[in-house]
């Protein structure tokens, strides 16, 4: 018998937590307006088997924040494009955590197809860290098998895969699975504090916002230095995929999402119209793919108010991650959480601040220990879609409207969602503003 198939069928509690999901499940969409248990997770302290997918540097974080929650929890089943990355994450984790590790070799999986293995190999939670070209796809398998998961921003990186994420939301509620979703600011003390002040009128009527992320950029995993195992042209991409719009939406999409992110909450909406520009000065050749090196967009949103975003990826120029607001009565660094109405003090909050890399696990965790509804799939796709947004204002240099952003038909990856590494990928093209047009015919 597998390890597998021993943790499934040897444990009373797990027996009655899969007897008690297969019925939330059918029941599902009737039971929020039923007064029954919405339990998917029977008892409070049933182990929760977490299966990686994408075993790269926040996948290997991540399964260190949900180790961390108090708790039954082991990591079962790891998946990964490469071995390499595989074995690198696997073999951090078994000497950081012990038997709270318990992935025989006939749990380890290698390859495009390893997230169905994983999600079929018997977890109950699974962690999508991968390229976020891949998320529609395998969190759209995940909660078809009934999986909890938590998954990392962006959730998509085009419109047909932000619709994807948002049906999949729907049928994750309707099956009452829990959805993390890798946005952890909201999962921050002083982020939740200082919005809630602001949206309880703080500083009045908040008509602008200015928000960053400025940096240096990131690694790049060129054609001279990958490893033996990367040898086609789609093997290159999905190692180097920072580069690729198909895989990781532009630097726009992949970092500053955070940024966009607090002030669509802060807002309780989302941008309705963009227009921006961009381009890329420093990143020039091969290994650096096709996406931009800095944007600056204007964002409106339904109310008239406007969002100022700015983010880049050269070396050696002003660094900033952050967000500010400025109202009718004062101002905000949202960021620095910090309040400066009229007339009043200067308010900052310091609190001890658990980290919420950490809580963002805790909470969810909870949830699902609970039965409690816990879905943060919504503002995730939302969030993805207005960085996708500001991505298509750039490369366009066109006001782009997120109604037409969101009904876009243009799918950036393979056609088939069956590629294999044999496939031969996009053909990288550097947008041209004037000439590209981003977001093609309304679906
Ligand atoms: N919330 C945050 O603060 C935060 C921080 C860092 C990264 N992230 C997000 O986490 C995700 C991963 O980023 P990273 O820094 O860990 O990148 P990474 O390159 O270190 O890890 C990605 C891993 O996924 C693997 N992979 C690629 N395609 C795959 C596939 N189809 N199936 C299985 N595995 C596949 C890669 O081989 C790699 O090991 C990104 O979406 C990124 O935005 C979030």
Redesign the pocket.
């Known amino acids: 018998m597998s390890e597998n198939r021993k943790l499934e069928s040897n444990d009373p509690s797990r027996r009655e937590f899969l007897k008690t999901s297969s019925v939330a499940v059918v029941g599902g969409s009737l039971l929020a307006g039923l007064a029954v248990p919405r339990s998917v997770h029977a008892a409070g302290d049933d182990l929760i088997k977490v299966g990686l997918?994408?075993?790269?540097?926040?996948?290997s974080d991540a399964v260190r924040n949900a180790l961390k929650v108090p708790g039954a929890v082991k990591l079962t089943a790891v998946?990964?494009?490469?071995q390499y990355?595989l074995d690198a994450s696997l073999k951090s984790l078994q000497r950081a955590f012990g038997d709270k590790i318990e992935v025989p070799a006939e749990r380890q999986f290698v390859g495009?197809d390893?997230?169905k293995k994983v999600i079929d190999s018997g977890v109950d939670l699974v962690i999508l860290?991968?390229?976020?070209g891949?998320r529609p796809m395998h969190f759209k398998y995940a909660v078809e098998k009934g999986k909890h998961v938590f998954m990392?921003?962006?959730v998509a990186v085009d419109g047909p895969g932000v619709r994807s994420v948002l049906e999949t939301t729907r049928k994750a509620k309707e099956k009452n699975l829990g959805v993390g979703v890798?946005l952890?600011r909201h999962h921050h003390a002083a982020y939740i504090e200082t919005i809630r002040r602001l949206q309880d009128g703080a500083i009045g009527h908040i008509h602008t916002a200015r928000v960053y992320w400025n940096g240096d950029g990131v690694w790049v995993r060129g054609r001279k230095d990958a490893p033996a195992e990367v040898k086609t042209e789609m093997q290159y991409q999905?190692?180097n995929?920072y580069y690729f719009n198909w895989l990781s939406g532009d630097h726009i999409c992949?970092q500053h999402i955070h940024n966009l992110d607090v002030i669509n909450w802060l807002k309780k909406g989302y941008p309705i119209k963009a227009q921006g520009m961009g381009g890329r000065e420093f990143r020039k050749g091969d290994d650096y793919g096709e996406i931009y090196d800095h944007h600056a967009v204007e964002f409106e949103y339904e109310d008239g108010s406007r969002m100022f975003s700015f983010c880049r990826h050269i070396p050696h120029c002003w660094v900033q991650v952050s967000e500010h607001v400025q109202g009718s009565k004062g101002k905000a660094d949202i960021s620095g959480a910090t309040i400066a109405a009229d007339g009043q003090d200067v308010w900052k909050f310091r609190p001890d601040r658990p980290d919420p890399y950490d809580q963002e696990h805790v909470d969810l965790f909870a949830a699902i220990r609970n039965g409690a509804p816990y879905n943060e799939g919504e503002y995730g796709a939302m969030s993805s879609m207005t960085s996708i947004l500001g991505r298509m204002a750039t490369y366009s240099g066109k006001v782009i409207e997120m109604k037409d952003a969101l009904a876009s038909p243009i799918k950036l990856g393979p056609a088939d969602d069956g590629f294999t590494w044999q496939t031969t990928p996009p053909v990288p093209q550097v947008a041209v503003p004037g000439v590209t047009d981003p977001v093609g015919k309304r679906a």
């Open positions: 997918i994408g075993c790269g540097g926040r996948g998946g990964d494009a490469f990355k495009l390893a997230y860290t991968t390229p976020p891949f990392e921003k962006p890798g952890q999905v190692n995929w992949e």
